[in-house]
């Protein structure tokens, strides 16, 4: 393992200062917005605006890459995020921070990809799944770190601000100083959604669903625990613990979906996710350690949806269209999590803070019934033909971009199907 990482041991360096910055940058968004008097609609939008920046980055931000080359465009991408960060301290002011956001999730993309290319290009056949594995890895760490930052310092003053603007600033040197060749020009990304559809209609739906549900859910849930009465260092523990229970049950739920038919996997774990979030509705619980407790479990059944949901729609595609396959899925997660904040601010505000859980729990009942009702006009693939979800490493959320499933060990060695 060591012999496969010191080469890339500088990248991946600067990978854990980058998501470091944006796990505190997106937790403390909406703790600071919440404490700022901000409606429940613009805090939605924070997550919609910075979605929709992501979403254009990842079509974008490869041909701004050609023409100027990897290292300027990751300087420049890395000095932008910077000085947002530091402006959204210095401007508090709602249009402001929206402008800003979306600006910073469409240069969060462009450093992601170049970031992936370049640990692509370092990698070999045998080590590319260990470099696979410790990237999650070090992505879930960073921000888990970050948001456990909002827990220790003061959110009213503007030292957390400085203190993300000095995490992507040491985000950039790593690459910047590196004396490695520049990798392959990034590919172009494409969206076929018809051909989405027509290879796995419950992975299309599911994924579309999961990300309004996760969109609302990762946007809010930080303005709905506030509302709730959590002091900020509960809130960024709450989100942390969320995090970590998606990761440990990824490893029980892939197995299972591995020996039987994924989309009732998919189903039940959509149901006990919309049952968590039925029970935060109905009894709008104020006591800080029953709430944990449901969101813990929440978590947990939602955030193993994506990778389960993805391991169906490659059961019926080629090997060769892996990448193709899962990086359409991923623009289709995209824009969900352009869709949920934007839905669950108005949403919050209309019926109170628990009612952010109403939203979640349509869009995962939504996936129960359509996984059923396809269960039955569609054969469940054979055990053996299926894509094996355990022997390649997942991340608890969607991989940050389609760059990143280059990385895969099921993606093409020659890295042509992309």
């Known amino acids: 393992m060591p012999r496969n990482i010191l080469p890339v ?28 008097g901000y409606s429940n609609e613009v805090l939605g939008l924070l997550g919609t605006t910075w979605a929709g920046g992501f979403v254009a980055g990842c079509f974008v931000a490869p041909i701004l890459v050609r023409r100027i080359g990897h290292v300027r465009a990751f300087s420049g991408f890395g000095a932008i995020i910077c000085l947002n960060v530091l402006l959204t301290g210095i401007v508090v ?49 960073g921000v888990v770190g970050g948001q456990l930052l909002v827990g220790v310092i003061d959110v009213s003053t503007p030292i957390l601000f400085m203190i993300c ?93 591995d020996r039987m038919d994924r989309r009732y996997v998919l189903a039940a774990l959509s149901a006990l996710s919309a049952i968590a979030a039925v029970l935060l509705v109905l009894f709008e619980p104020m006591n800080v350690y029953v709430i944990i407790v449901l969101v813990a479990v929440y978590g947990a059944a939602a955030n193993a949806l994506y990778p389960i949901a993805v391991a169906h729609a490659n059961d019926f595609a080629a090997p060769e269209d892996f990448v193709k396959i899962s990086g359409g899925l991923l623009l289709l997660f995209g824009i969900g999590t352009i869709i949920g904040p934007t839905i669950g601010g108005p949403v919050m505000t209309h019926f109170g803070a628990h009612a952010l859980f109403a939203v979640t729990a349509v869009a995962h009942v939504a996936v129960v019934v359509h996984a059923i009702l396809r269960s039955r006009i569609r054969p469940a693939i054979a055990t053996a033909d299926k894509d094996n979800y355990t022997t390649a490493p997942t991340a608890t959320a969607p991989l940050a971009t389609p760059e990143s499933l280059m990385l895969d060990p099921r993606a093409p060695a020659d890295g042509e199907a992309r």
């Open 9 to 36: 041991l500088s990248l991946l360096l600067g990978t854990l200062f980058l998501f470091l910055g944006n796990g505190l940058q997106g937790l403390l968004l909406p703790v600071r917005g919440t404490m700022e």
């Open 93 to 141: 002011n709602d249009v402001a921070w929206l402008t800003l956001r979306a600006v910073t999730g469409f240069c969060t993309a462009g450093t992601s990809m170049i970031i992936e290319s370049w640990l692509n290009e370092r990698a070999t056949n045998e080590s590319r799944g260990a470099i696979f594995s410790f990237y999650i890895a070090i992505t879930l760490l």
């Open 165 to 257: 603007g000095i995490l992507y600033c040491i985000a950039i040197l790593p690459t910047t100083l590196s004396t490695a060749a520049s990798p392959q020009p990034l590919k172009r990304v494409s969206l076929d959604l018809p051909g989405l559809y027509r290879n796995s209609p419950v992975s299309f739906v599911g994924i579309l669903m999961i990300g309004i549900a996760n969109g609302a859910y990762g946007t809010l849930v930080a303005v709905f625990a506030a509302q709730a009465g959590m002091h900020q260092g509960t809130i960024a523990v709450m989100v942390s613990i969320t995090i970590f229970a998606g990761a440990i049950m990824q490893f029980p739920a892939g197995r299972l979906s």
